[in-house]
C-alpha cells in the first residue's frame, strides 16, 4: 500500500494487533502514551462502547499529531446475554466469565478510528461466536496456563480454548482478535486516497 508520504502510529500495546498490521505490510510505529481513562458504566447503548472508547484512545493520545502522521485506535467488547465483558480483573473473573460464555452465542464488537491532524474515521465490525460447553477443568485449564487477563470476555479465539471450544463464527475472525484486518486495509485505502 502506497502511504504517499503518511507515517501510521498504532496506539495500541496489544500484541495482536501489532501481528494483524504488521500482516497488511504496512510499516508502522507502536506509540501508546494516552491519558484517556476507559469508563463505559454509565453508556446504554452497549454496542456503541467499542466506537466511544476506540475514539477516546485516538483522542486521548499525549501530543498533537503532526500533518503526515496517521493514529490508529481500537477496541473490542464480548456482549452476551446484554452484559460486557470487558477484560477480567483476575482469575476469578477469568473463570466466571468464560463459564458464562460456554454452551452460548455472543458477540465481539471491535471498533477502529484512524485519525490525522485533519481528519477522522471510526469504523465498526461485529462477529458471533458459539462456544460449545466447556467443563469447569477446561475452563480452569486454560486460564491457568494462558492468564487471558488482557483479553474481552477472558479468552483469545487463536488459543487453546479457540481450538477446543469454538463450534462455529459468523464473522471475521480477526475481528475477534480485535483488529479487523480487512475493514482496516480498505478504510485506510479511502482515508490516503484523499490526501
Known sequence: MDL?????????????????LRGLDVSFEVDTGNTFEENFREMEQLREIPSVMSRGKSHGFHRPLEDDEILITADTVVLCDGQVMGKPSGREEAVAMLGKLSGRKHEVITSVTLRSSTREDTFTDTAVVSFSDLTGEEISYYVDRYRPYDKAGAYGIQEWIGYVGISSIEGSFYTIMGFPVFQVYRHLKMFLADK
Open 4 to 20: 504517499k508520504g503518511m507515517h501510521i502510529i498504532l496506539g495500541s500495546a496489544s500484541p495482536r494487533r501489532k501481528e494483524l
